[in-house]
């Protein structure tokens, strides 16, 4: 322990309890919860309708303090409700991993964590509390740091060292739909849409027109509205020895103008800056999560796996080109540049033609509409499903020579 400041609360639950009532989601009363600043540092009060374990820390670069309770149910709780008197610009909620949900509080200042606690009422709801205090910059980093089992590790599977060999026009191709953000990470939102529904919404209903198509298989990074880091994403792609890895998004840019769908493959240049802020803002809400990144790229750093780039890229380019035209066919129109390139980190499999598709922009109030009627996603999904049997014929035809 690096003088981290971890509480885990095993609670034993005292008389007869049913098992429902114990499996049961805490809630939070938002009347009596509140984050406020006090003269010594920040105020965290959660009231919650049942004792749950939890566990605090905080982190640097920036400087978040981070709430894991076993387990919280955030819906319908807004950051707004909770931010009463304080200068805290925002905190984000939901469910981070199996079991967990995290709450996210920006410090806008270098603070430690002075007493953490839980107290039980007699209708058996509990106060938690915790009371930051301020600390010197140093004093923050040596007290920061997370528990162990509380960053999100990326998991390690032996074959993973393998690269994966490309199809050649045999058997199904292995589509990994990657629905953008989800859990604590709601992505863009406007009102009450999110980009993580929209997306997931999307994900699902593509799997249903592929597998009725036939000739593809498909798994879904994630299938509910749960929290998947950007490297997990990768490496499930990886696990299910994907031919093809496509990523759902539908972000928001500042100029609420921008309109139409756009197909990124992964570069080290951004095409503009538009693309590049949109690539650092995934990585930024994976690092907001309180994600581990530290570990990036061991798994599948190796010479094996540089030369499967120099593969891979030109498919994925090609992939993508298939896209601009399956999409305009059906949709009729695309965003001025539908063709970009940017640093996404879920792009990075080096021997899976990776390729994200940004579906409209959510900023956009056409976009908006669009997005959320389904004779618009079918068009889209159609149009990907024509992009995946051409890309797919061409694909295997060139495997074929290149075997020759
Ligand atoms: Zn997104």
Redesign the pocket.
Known sequence: MRGIFATLCALSFAGAIHAQEFNALARVDVEKSAIIDTEDGLKVDLLLSQPVPYRVFTLTDPARLVIDFNEVDWSGVEAEDLLLDTQVQAVHMGPFSAGWSRMVVDLTSPQVIDLAGLKVGETRDALFTALLKNATPEAFAAASGAPAGAAFSVPKAVDLATPIRRQTGEGDVMIVLDP??GGIDP??ERGDVR?ADL?LTFALELKEILLREGGFQVQLTREDDAFVPLETRVTMARAARADVFLSL???ALSEGRATGATVYTLSDTASDEASQK?AE??DRADLLAGVDLSQQDDVIANILMELARTETSPRADRLADDLVIGLREHLGTMYKKPRLEAGFSVLKAPDIPSVLV?LGFISNPKDLDRLQDPEWRKKAQLGILQALQNWTVTDAAEARLLRQ
């Open positions: 953008g953000h992505g863009a980009e997306m998004h539908a972000d949109l803002r995934h940004e």
